[in-house]
């Protein structure tokens, strides 16, 4: 049996509630889904809300506006709130990250979900409509 989950892309604003859109969608009202893009990467594999027998299906609707509150202005803002706890490492790579995204240039927290789901789901799993 396939499960099919459908994303109401209307629905996210921003990063914060895609967090609360994919959560209900995956384990209904008030559902969890995981807050961060790891965790996300981790749900999807399966056993933290996807079904870990069963084939599923991700229906991203309305996915153009998703694209638009997911994208670079937002993706800035998500960097931003990186650093305060970025090892010192990283924060050259941060910083690069962050200029391209305040110039629109770059890949957006969008492009970075799709990537996660590709990754991490069987091929035809995402279908955005």
């Known amino acids: 049996m396939t499960v099919t ?4 892309g209307s629905g996210v604003t921003g990063l914060d509630s895609f ?7 995956v384990n209904g009202p008030g559902g969890y889904f995981g807050r961060g893009l790891d965790a996300f990467a981790d749900c999807l594999r399966g056993g933290m809300g996807t079904p870990d027998d069963d084939d599923f299906v991700i229906e991203w609707r309305d996915h153009e506006m998703s694209a638009r509150a997911l994208g670079h202005e ?3 803002r998500y960097l931003r709130g990186l650093f305060p ?8 790579r941060l ?3 962050l200029a391209r995204a305040e110039e629109g240039r770059g890949p957006t927290l969008f492009d970075r979900l ?10 035809g799993t995402l279908r955005l409509l």
């Open 74 to 76: 937002e993706t800035a």
């Open 114 to 123: 799709l990537e996660i789901v590709r990754e991490e789901t069987d091929p």
């Open 19 to 25: 967090w609360v859109v994919i959560g209900e969608a």
């Open 95 to 97: 910083r690069e990250e």
């Open 5 to 8: 989950y459908v994303i109401d």
């Open 85 to 92: 706890r970025a090892h010192v490492s990283s924060l050259p």
